[in-house]
Antibody
Framework: EVQLVESGGGLVQPGGSLRLSCAAS????????MSWVRQAPGKGLEWVSG????????GYADSVKGRFTISRDIAKNILYLRMDSLRAEDTALYYC??????????????WGKGTTVTVSS | DIVMTQSPDSLAVSLGERATIHCKSS????????????LAWYQQKPGQPPKLLIY???TRESGVPDRFSGSGSGTDFALTINSLQAEDVAVYYC????????FGQGTKVEIK
């Protein structure tokens, strides 16, 4: 069964850091691009960051550029999102999603259940 | 960045009737060399992650009921739900993957 399981969310103070993880199983992790998509409480979906199959192409939304870093560990089948200089507006449910291609400019066919990040003092 | 605008923001439809959601992109998402529109639709039910319904603007994902259909090309697209069922109550999002991924703001579908 194809599965994505996010972890690492929690409560953090403004200016703090967190690292999210997404454990992938049931498919060849090293063949597909991955993305992080977030959803603020009561709001819509916002693409945050994407990484190609070989980590050769990486992209970020303007809202997180310079603060967030996406990476992947092929040996462990894990996708990461390092989040620094966190702001209140980063509070959201963060989803990990698989692209149906090696490039992240693609539709996303598998989604995890998400992990919640709350930025508050 | 390409901006995606959905209409309406919410929609109430009687059971068994048709629901149509529109999505407009600020520039074309048609890749001419492949003649494919880089546009997908997702369904999100309360407390659940999004679920892929349609990709390439009109290709239904495996297992999606055939009452769901996508249409359009270039900058104007639509998701149609024929014969609305109670389990179709959800928020629907369009998504362009022609360039930096962008989602529409979502359309909430309810039962009238």
């Amino acid at each position: 069964e194809v599965q994505l399981v996010e972890s690492g969310g929690g409560l953090v103070q403004p200016g703090g850091s967190l690292r999210l993880s997404c454990a992938a199983s049931g498919f060849r992790f090293d063949e597909y691009a991955m993305s992080w998509v977030r959803q603020a409480p009561g709001k819509g979906l916002e693409w945050v960051s994407g990484i190609s199959w070989n980590s050769g192409t990486i992209g970020y939304a303007d809202s997180v550029k310079g603060r967030f870093t996406i990476s992947r560990d092929i040996a462990k089948n894990i996708l990461y999102l390092r989040m620094d200089s966190l702001r209140a507006e980063d509070t959201a449910l963060y989803y990990c999603a698989k692209a149906n291609n090696g490039a992240y400019y693609y539709y996303m066919d598998v989604w995890g259940k998400g992990t919640t990040v709350t930025v508050s003092s | 960045d390409i901006v995606m605008t959905q209409s309406p923001d919410s929609l109430a439809v009687s059971l068994g009737e048709r629901a149509t959601i529109h999505c407009k992109s600020s520039q074309s998402v048609l890749y001419r060399s492949s003649n494919k529109n880089y546009l997908a639709w997702y369904q999100q039910k309360p407390g659940q992650p999004p679920k892929l319904l349609i990709y390439w603007a009109s290709t239904r994902e495996s297992g999606v009921p055939d009452r769901f259909s996508g249409s359009g090309s270039g900058t104007d697209f639509a998701l149609t739900i024929n014969s609305l069922q109670a389990e179709d109550v959800a928020v629907y999002y369009c998504h362009q993957y022609y360039s930096t991924p962008q989602f529409g703001q979502g359309t909430k579908v309810e039962i009238k």
